[in-house]
């Protein structure tokens, strides 16, 4: 769908959320992970496809362009998605030295999308230390990525009930793993290519339920920020059916805009959204509209004062 004149602004606000884990830890010394042979021995360590001595296959950080042909990353940034039992080998505290970071965990996610207990122990191991974090639902996936300017973030994604997610941020260098809080959504289906644009996907509720997806970047805390103000719509349901006439705002081919009724009985297929105060959606014929609307409690949405179920049939809400 065309971008609409009025969004220019690019947000870059926090999509910092609370509640969606309860993580607790307890940090013990111990033993590095294993290395290869060669390394302890003085040649060359092994590659990020080789293994280490006990069998655990080994992860190099690079340059910051080996996951993208084009050079999307900047140079010293990447982003490595971790296997439980793999190692991850980089400098982490800028001493010119390498560290390791691997990780274990115990619980939900072991045996599929089956929920037994709603939480998992995820256990990192980073330089010399060990850490155990509680997390609130199910194992999903592992990624830990590196900055321009040399940070370390792991980025642990769950899943829950319902089809949600959440993904809970860590910082780790070779002394330390901290907790900087848990996020609503997960990443996009591609990945993690370049770290300062990649799909970040959330639930919305407004005129239905559905999944949204924009992109975003690492900020400079190591938390994602926003690259964009809409969330393309991703919709897989029926259309929306006008009950009664609606006046929207129409988008013209020349860029201007102009108030227009659709009759009742018009299909909308939904294609943009701000979560918040707008929906922009095409009709069947191929009009690009936007419907504006407001809520007095976060939830309830009204559309020119009257609530929004008595202009659609069916709107598809989740429970």
């Not at 321009?148 to 949600?164: F, N, T």
């Not at 975003?216 to 190591?222: D, L, P, R, T």
């Not at 964009?228 to 029926?238: Q, R, S, V």
């Not at 409690?297 to 929004?308: N, P």
Request: net charge negative; with cysteine; aromatic share 10%.
């Amino acid at each position: 769908m065309r971008r609409y004149a009025w969004v220019t602004a690019v947000c870059l606000a926090a999509l910092m959320a609370s509640g969606c884990g309860n993580q607790t830890g307890q940090e013990t010394k111990q033993n590095s992970v294993s290395v290869s042979e060669s390394a302890a021995s003085g040649e060359p360590e092994a590659k990020s496809d080789d293994v280490g001595s006990d069998g655990d296959a080994v992860k190099e950080a690079g340059d910051g362009l080996e996951n993208d042909e084009e050079g999307k990353n900047e140079k010293g940034a990447s982003a490595v998605k971790l296997e439980e039992g793999e190692i991850y080998r980089d400098d982490l505290d800028g001493d010119a030295s390498e560290e390791e970071v691997s990780f274990s965990f115990e619980g939900d996610g072991k045996n599929g999308h089956d929920f037994e207990n709603y939480k998992y122990i995820l256990t990192l191991n980073y330089g010399e230390h060990v850490k155990q974090f509680e997390i609130l639902g199910g194992y999903e996936a592992t990624w830990i990525i590196r900055t321009k300017s040399g940070g370390h973030y792991l980025y642990q994604e769950s899943y829950h009930e319902d089809g949600l997610y959440s993904v809970t941020v860590f910082r780790v260098s070779s002394d330390e793993a901290v907790d900087l809080g848990c996020l609503d959504g997960r990443i996009g289906d591609n990945g993690i290519e370049d770290v300062n644009a990649f799909s970040w996907v959330e639930r919305i509720n407004l005129l239905g339920t559905y999944k949204g997806e924009r992109n975003v970047g690492i900020g400079s805390e190591g938390l994602p920020e926003a690259k964009e103000d809409a969330w393309k719509i991703i919709w897989d349901k029926k259309p929306l059916v006008l009950k009664q006439e609606l006046e929207v705002i129409v988008q013209n081919e020349d860029g201007s805009t102009e108030n227009r009724v659709l009759p009742a009985g018009t299909e909308l297929i939904p294609q943009e959204t701000d979560k918040e105060t707008y929906l922009d959606a095409e009709t069947s014929y191929g009009t690009q509209c936007r419907i504006e609307v407001e809520t007095e409690d976060g939830y309830t949405y009204m559309i020119h004062g009257v609530d929004e179920h008595a202009y659609f049939a069916d709107l598809p809400y989740a429970g």
